[in-house]
């Protein structure tokens, strides 16, 4: 098993322009969420999805958009990236439709809007 | 509103110390508390979870307490080695609705 995977690794955007950051999981895991982690914070939580077809909004959503149209595929949109939007980005999955226990974490994704 | 605090921010002590990590919570209707691991350019790993039920959990070298009345957990690292440096994240999971609040972490270096 791959576990979780995040593409890309690095990204410089400019204000304005529009992103896809991506997220699979091959462990048939029924709860995937996407974080947030910036300097001397703690990661927030920005979607999360506890099955195909179903997501909803966590801590800090706006600006981002998610859709989950598979169980392995969970990708975050960034509409019209801000410099706000500056972080590193976690996708986590889970086993059970609800995050009961031990999640799984990508590598990240690093981004930079300028 | 669940915060969670981890101090010091970073810590820096020679390689053989026990060390402890410390972790604060506000709000003790958690459902459990996990602490990972954070390499540089790399993803979070799982190293303990306690459930709300239990007072300490162990792997290797490593132990963490559970508190759940006075708010508190601790990661104790037994022997550290400079492998050990890394950051290392708190996050309590809500009894509510199951989801993580995170401490900004501690990291730790071992000094060879």
């Known amino acids: 098993n791959a576990g979780v995977t995040q593409t890309p690794k690095f990204q410089v955007l400019k204000t304005g322009q529009s992103m896809t950051l991506q997220c699979a999981q091959d462990?048939?895991?029924?709860?995937m969420s996407w974080y947030r982690q910036d300097p001397g914070m703690g990661l927030r939580l920005i979607h999360y999805?506890?099955?195909?077809?179903?997501?909803d909004q966590g801590e800090v959503p706006n600006g981002y958009n998610v859709s989950r149209s598979t169980t392995e595929d969970f990708p975050l949109r960034l509409l019209s990236a801000a410099p706000s939007q500056t972080s590193v980005y976690f996708c986590?999955?889970?086993?059970?439709?609800?995050?009961?226990?031990?999640?799984?974490f990508g590598p990240g994704t690093r981004l930079t809007v300028l | 509103k669940q915060e969670v605090t981890q101090i010091p921010a970073a810590l820096s002590v020679p390689e053989g110390e026990n060390l402890v990590l410390n972790c604060s919570f506000t709000d003790s209707a958690i459902y459990n508390l996990q602490w990972f691991r954070q390499d540089p350019g790399k993803g979070l790993t799982s190293l303990l979870l306690?459930?709300?039920s239990q007072r300490e959990q162990t792997s290797g070298r490593l132990n963490a307490s559970l508190d759940k009345s006075s708010g508190r957990s601790t990661l104790y690292i037994a022997a550290s080695q400079p492998g050990d440096s890394a950051t290392y994240l708190c996050?309590?999971?809500?009894?509510?609705?199951?989801?993580?609040?995170w401490g900004a972490g501690t990291k730790l270096i071992i000094k060879p």
């Open positions: 996050a309590v999971q809500l009894d509510s609705n199951y989801q993580l609040i």
């Open positions: 986590a999955s889970s086993p059970d439709r609800l995050p009961y226990n031990e999640q799984f």
């Open positions: 306690i459930q709300s």
């Open positions: 462990m048939n895991h029924e709860y």
């Open positions: 999805s506890v099955g195909a077809g179903i997501t």
